[in-house]
């Protein structure tokens, strides 16, 4: 897993969650200002790489789907990202 080996666009989506913790697509989105579905595909990519991991927060007061958080899988591996 060579973390500057990937493009990046992805290596931004590191960044950002190496820093923030996590991120709903929608938020990653309009940080990097592409599309959900650009994010996705990227997520997509990471996750089938074992950089980030999806995970499900439903809160207790509301009702419906529940929102999709992205956080970083490895924090000791994502210290090389710049």
């Avoid at 991120?23 to 989105?29: F, G, R, V």
């Amino acid at each position: 897993m060579n973390i500057q080996s990937l493009p990046e666009t992805r290596r931004s989506i590191l960044h950002i969650l190496k820093n923030d913790g996590s991120k709903t697509i929608a938020e990653l989105a309009s940080q990097l200002n592409l599309t959900e579905e650009s994010i996705r595909q990227h997520l997509l990519q990471l996750r089938h790489e074992g950089y980030v991991q999806r995970y499900s927060k439903r809160e207790l007061e509301k009702e419906g789907r529940p929102s999709i958080q992205i956080r970083p899988r490895v924090l000791p591996l994502l210290q090389a990202v710049r």
